[in-house]
């Protein structure tokens, strides 16, 4: 057989997922042609999909030594890179691919990919809009800047883009998951409903269906679409235990296990004390971070770090307890878990309002949900008479505190308990949507929530009251991005909230 007709029995040995018959054949080309450019590059590919990762990259950079002008090879490189978390490097291989050929739609998606990877979202979206310009729009193109663009919460572009795709493409499940997240971006809540509809084969459509269902309140239809969630984001080392559905627990161990973000872990922990009174004992698996605040919650046995191996009988996500609990509706909603803290010690009259302007920077809509420092200025303009301090805890804080011109109240703060024992004695704060939110809720402390027109689901579609917070005010986007007018109404709810003392 000859070396082209080996060739194509690889690749379409590859093209079906047969890819250890697709290597076999590659390595044996390469053992008669050592120097074949191509068999190196698609037997980079069959290592990669394998997680050799070390073996892929040398397999492709041999590819590329003998055909350096050879893009495709590049754009494979620099995912490989991207899969092993060399963001940098698989940066600066993208960028010598568009240095290469600047006008190959393919590598600037590429470097476009790895910036988004990055968070880089707005220096993405430029490229793909370049991309738009040196070829025919390809529905790869389209999707990717419809992506971005709901990234940057310019829910608008993306459906227009989404839209686009989806003509050259009508039945992709992808593409209407998009178009839902863009419709449901801009409250469309109907026609989001719709979209991840078409969506619901898989588990994303279902899951974005199901944050729709919440925004709008409707719980009973929304949770059991939430578990969707379970298909990307469940713990492995738990799949092989029986899942806990709501039945009596009468004398067995339930492991629940925390998922996704602090707030969340903080936001569900209000359903371990009515677990507790099911008749077994309750573990709740936590990473390092959140065991001592689990712990300060009532209803919870033991906390066991998420790492270490603990025996149980069932487990449950916790986030899937308000299914498993009978919260139907929103009037169902049992008031936050009250964290165990010190009594604060206050000295002087002045009352004191915390500020939080920023949250976790890992999250990929944190360019949404956050503001710069500067923001909050005419707010404590407004208010000389308020102690304003900083309680944002995360890179550069001590740095961004000082720019505002605000104490660091959690310089030596190294733990979420400590922040919410640091709260407990403030008289207000003043947050954009992050972990803290949830704290003052747990300790009691009236807040003003300033959120982004995107908001989670959890804060509802409308309205400035939160059936999972009493005690906070909630203030929305009109724009998105906008926050002057939020600001503006949080100056007002100071007001409310704090009114100044009489001369």
């Known amino acids: 057989m000859s070396r082209d007709d080996m060739f194509r029995q690889a690749v379409a040995h590859h093209r079906r997922g047969e890819l250890d018959r697709a290597g076999r054949i590659y390595a ?51 995912e490989t890179l991207l899969r092993q978390g060399q963001a940098t490097q698989a940066e600066a291989v993208a960028r010598d691919a568009v240095a290469i050929a600047p006008g190959d739609d393919a590598a600037l998606r590429s470097l476009a990919g790895v910036l988004r990877h990055q968070r880089r979202y707005e220096e993405a979206c430029d490229l793909l809009k370049r991309a738009l310009t040196v070829a025919p729009p390809s529905p790869a193109t389209l999707t990717d800047i419809g992506a971005t663009l709901n990234y940057l919460g310019l829910n608008e572009q993306s459906e227009k883009y989404t839209r686009l795709a989806l003509r050259a493409a009508p039945d992709n499940p992808g593409l209407w998951n998009n178009l839902g997240l863009a419709l449901k971006g801009q409250r469309r809540l109907d026609e989001a409903a719709q979209a991840f509809t078409k969506a619901a084969a898989t588990p994303l459509g279902r899951f974005g269906l199901a944050q729709t269902l919440l925004l709008a309140g409707r719980y009973r239809d ?3 679409l939430f578990d969707a969630r379970l298909d990307f984001m469940a713990p492995r080392e738990l799949a092989d235990l ?9 004398g067995r161990t339930l492991l629940v296990q925390t998922e996704q973000g602090v707030g969340d872990t903080i936001m569900m922990g209000r359903f371990l004390e009515p677990l507790s009174h099911m008749g077994g004992r309750i573990v709740v698996r936590a990473p390092a971070a959140q065991r001592d605040l689990v ?8 906390v066991a770090d ?36 010190p009594p604060p010690t206050r000295t002087g009259a002045r009352r004191r309002a915390g500020l939080v302007w920023r949250g976790n920077p890992a999250h990929r809509y944190d360019g949404c949900r956050s503001m710069r420092p500067d923001t ?12 304003w301090l900083s309680v944002y805890k995360g890179p550069d804080d001590a740095a961004e505190s000082a720019e505002l011109g605000v104490p660091h109240a959690l310089a030596d703060s190294a733990t979420f308990l400590q922040t919410a024992a640091r709260m407990a004695g403030l008289d207000l704060l003043v947050t954009v949507d992050t972990a803290v939110a949830h704290l003052a809720g747990s300790v009691g402390l009236p807040a003003i929530v300033m959120i982004n027109k995107d ?10 009251d939160s059936p999972w917070y009493p005690q906070a005010r909630v ?23 704090l009114p100044r003392p009489t001369d």
């Open 475 to 497: 203030l929305r986007q009109d724009v998105e991005g906008e926050w002057t007018a939020v600001i503006g109404r949080a100056i007002d709810a100071t007001a409310a909230l």
């Open 295 to 302: 712990a300060a919650m009532a209803g919870s046995h033991r």
């Open 306 to 341: 998420a790492a270490d191996p603990v025996a149980g009988d069932v487990w449950v996500p916790m986030m899937s307890l308000p299914r498993w609990l009978g919260v139907d509706d929103v009037a169902q909603i049992p008031p936050p878990a009250r964290l165990a803290v």
């Open 28 to 78: 044996r080309i390469l053992r008669e042609r050592p120097e074949d450019a191509d068999c190196l590059h698609l037997l980079g590919l069959v290592r990669a999909a394998a997680s050799d990762h070390d073996e892929a990259r040398r397999l492709i950079d041999r590819a590329i030594a003998l055909a350096p002008n050879a893009i495709l090879y590049r754009i494979n490189l620099a």
């Open 455 to 464: 908001c989670d689901w959890r804060w509802l579609a409308d309205g400035t």
């Open 242 to 250: 029986p899942a806990w559905t709501g039945e009596p627990l009468a």
């Open 222 to 224: 929304a949770w059991p």
């Open 376 to 387: 909050l200025r005419p707010l404590i303009a407004a208010r000389p008479d308020i102690e």
